[in-house]
């Protein structure tokens, strides 16, 4: 324990002299680094806190020194954590491949694939997209068709996939495919990362109810993949996906609690919207209504601590397994409450006549309608908490 | 502040389940009610509880306590939750000791407290006067004579009110009937002359009285705290009674969750076990993430009473609201899952439906807790 008080002393040291001022400050999506063959700096102070940071491998705090990682300990990585997050310090590098296909390349990749693939992710040199869904695919994920051929020397991979988040900004794309169409759904499916300057591959972004296309469709025509390319067995590639799912449903219940933007919260926008009477909202049922939403939010926070806290302590409990559904359904009544809070000024699209807090809002509050389908469902999450937590029988 | 039992808890915990499921059984509360039981409790079974250190759970040792603080309380109120258990250690145990370790003089702590700890002594707080929890709203009078003060006034919902040895009274010593000073509290035999209690006979079948005061006689040496400064004590003294039925309300949850879910897996309909159908499984898988997050809430709660009393009244207003909502519904869908047999008085379901609704309503419902979490939270 002294140790590691000792580690946040010099962490807290070298933060002050090395973060930048002007990257302590909230950041919007735009001044978000996210790394990749076309990635730019959205200032000189980000590409070089971005350098400090990854010369000491704290892009990747918690990763392996030999791929270039910063070899730190968990409980290291999270002091380095709330140390950065004492200063207001950004987030140097972002990204799929730092969240996602970095964890499952270390645990099911070979060494080779290491070499290749993990020095590159804390580098910033490669972005990642992520490829899942399908269009016949969502929900059933284990339905999917696109498939990859064994032709000796390569895999031939047809069909496409969808939601593949910011694909027209990535450089390569990790691909569950269908390698066996005649055994069970779920044991016939492989882990494939795939160039996606490989001919045959192409992207398409999908505009979106918030106005914004983050997501994408992306299509393989007759695309050769190397055979090294395959992570873990044949058809193993389910196991992989499973156990990336949790990162990924983690990720998203904690994306509330680390939200970029620099946006309003309920309590705060009511002492903006609403009246008052007394020192009370007066109009009761949004009062009633930011209680039940402020409570909510309370309750998943102390949860979150709990989940931390029994870790440590080897503990296990359903806790981890719900959080992904409170998380995100909490998110999504914050959005429909902010806008409620804000009347008709919780409408506007575009234009000068609303400022740029409002719009933003007003966006989020259409994005986060994706939170509670993105990464399985709600329903799906309660299906998962039926069939492991509760242990009911399957239809 | 910890979120998770040290192993001395999870030790206690296993030995209040075994003691009580084995001695304090719903059945047992059952044979109470079918009987008419004068008290309302086993003193049987009390003294055996004493015994075990339960009465004094909460004691410094310096009081012969076991000083386990809140949340190992916290552990044996939840688990006399999942059997239903009667008795006075919510109303004696938790509310009458600390209301003297809040606001008694020593003399009260030295003769009271290791009465109360080896189960010899019960005490009840006497402070609720309309139907709906208004703890400032006191009409009932204490009138300052020489010595000694005279009350005047009547109670209601007094838990524990009929059996109690002694009532903790709150009644307005100054100040109009909605101030918020001119409170002050008052340790009264109940079995002084003035004093009337009724029991009432109400749906869980535990023990609540009314109780009218007519020039009830008090020496000054009884009062708690400082004259017209009893919120002082009152407070707080409600902030630990919220968090601790809270964990009770924790345990009924919890045993009505899964002798429901153990029902879904083996009652048949249509040729499937119940429990296979998604209409009751994502009910069931809601439930088990609000019981998750009732439970982090609780132990924060229960811990801030321990080791950060500033945190209290918003955690404890927290826990009071999300144990209300996550009590009434885990008992009503138990009743609904369990269907026609649900709704008989030979399923012991309906004693936790009801023990619930008990529960919601002591030391504020749902819409006072919201009410004041707004408040404290400048809205």
Known sequence: MEDLEQFRLDVREWLNANCPESQRQPMTPEEQYWGGRRGEFPSEDARRWFERMRDKGWTAPEWPTEYGGGGLTALEGRVLKEEMKRIHARTPLYGIGIWMLGPAVLEYGNKEQKKQHIRAIVNGETRWAQ?????????????????????????????????????????????????????????????????????????????????????????????KVPKENLVAELNKGWSVAKALLVHERKLMAEMGSDSPRHILVPNMAAHEYLEFENGKIADARLRSDLVDYDMQMQAVALTHFRTFEEKAAGIRSAAPMVMKYVGTEAEKTKSELLLAIMGSRGLGWEGDEFNAQEIDTVRLWAMSKAMTIAGGSSEIQLNLIAKNVLELPQS | MALVLNEEQRLLQDTARDFLTSNAPVEALRMLRDNNDAVGYSGQLWQKMADMGWASIILPEAYGGLDFGFVGLGVILEESGRTLTASPLFASAVVGVSALLLGGSEAHKQTLLPAIASGKLTLALALEESHHHRPTHIATTAEKQGDSFLLNGSKQFVLDGHSADKLIVVARSSGAESNNQGLSLFLVDRTTSGVNCQRTILMDSRNASNIQFENVVVPATDLLGDADEGLKILEPLLDRARVAIAAEMMGCSLEAFDRTLAYLKEREQFGALIGSFQALQHRKAHMQSELELCRSVLLQALSAVDDSPEDLPVLASLAKTKLNELVKLVTNEAVQMHGGIGVTDELEIGFFLKRARVAIQIFGDTGYHKDRYATLGGY
């Not at chain 1, 000796?152 to 169409?181: E, M, Y």
């Open chain 1, 131 to 223: 490829g899942y869904s399908e269009p016949g695919a969502g929900s059933d994920l284990a339905s999917l068709q696109c498939k990859a051929e064994d032709k000796g020397d390569h895999f031939l991979v047809n069909g496409s996939k969808i939601w593949t988040t910011a694909a027209d900004k990535c450089d390569w794309i990790f691909c569950l495919v269908r390698t066996n169409p005649d055994v069970k759904k779920q044991e016939g499916i492989s882990f494939l990362l795939i160039d996606m300057d490989d001919p045959g591959v192409s992207t398409t972004p999908i505009a979106l109810i918030s106005g914004e296309s983050e997501f994408c469709q992306t299509f393989f025509d007759n695309v």
